[in-house]
C-alpha cells in the first residue's frame, strides 16, 4: 500500500447492529478489486 502498510484488519465488531452500514465482506471485496491486493480471511 502507498503507506508501507503491510496488513489491515477489518471488523465489523459494532457495526452489525446498523442496517445501513456495509457488511465487512462487502468492504474487503471492494478494497481488494480497486487495490488488486491479496487477502486472507480469519474468523475467531
Request: charged share 25%; aromatic share 10%; proline share 2%.
Amino acid at each position: 500500500m502507498e503507506v508501507g502498510v503491510e496488513r489491515i484488519i477489518l471488523s465489523n465488531h459494532g457495526a452489525r447492529q446498523l442496517d445501513y452500514v456495509p457488511t465487512t465482506l462487502a468492504v474487503l471485496k471492494e478494497v481488494q478489486f480497486k487495490e488488486e491486493y491479496q487477502f486472507c480471511l480469519m474468523e475467531e
